[in-house]
């Protein structure tokens, strides 16, 4: 039996988080992360619209701070997603964190959006 790598695994992990979320039929926030950025992406139930999105790329967030692959940026980007949903009327989604531990930056990004108002 041969193992799979680490990119596959997470693979695997986020392919049943999504299979559940798409059963709860909600908005679902997907966040991304690379070694220098993080991104956030908020979809309608059956995946096929971008309602909100907000990435360290955006010029709010690369103004505060410079290197954007750390935590402070992650939140950052949880926060400017919470506001960009609000505008859209979105409060309440599932939480899709792609097969990424929930740590650091992720956690950062969730805990940011929960204080901006969103529920998930």
């Known amino acids: 039996m041969a193992t799979l790598s680490k990119q596959e695994s997470r693979i695997r992990r986020s392919g049943r988080t999504r299979h559940h979320i798409r059963t709860l039929g909600v908005n679902r926030l997907s966040v991304f992360r ?5 991104y956030a992406q908020v979809f309608t139930p059956c995946g096929a619209t971008v309602l909100a999105a907000a990435s360290t790329l955006d ?3 690369k103004s505060v701070d410079n290197h954007c692959g750390n935590a402070k940026a992650a939140a950052l980007t949880g926060a400017l997603l919470a506001k960009r949903c609000k505008d859209a009327g979105i409060k309440k ?3 899709d964190r792609s097969g990424y ?3 650091g930056r992720i956690k950062a990004l969730a805990d940011a959006a929960r204080e901006g108002g969103l529920e998930f």
């Open 34 to 38: 690379s070694a220098n950025n993080i």
């Open 59 to 61: 010029e709010e967030i």
């Open 93 to 95: 989604l599932a939480f």
């Open 101 to 103: 531990r929930y740590h």
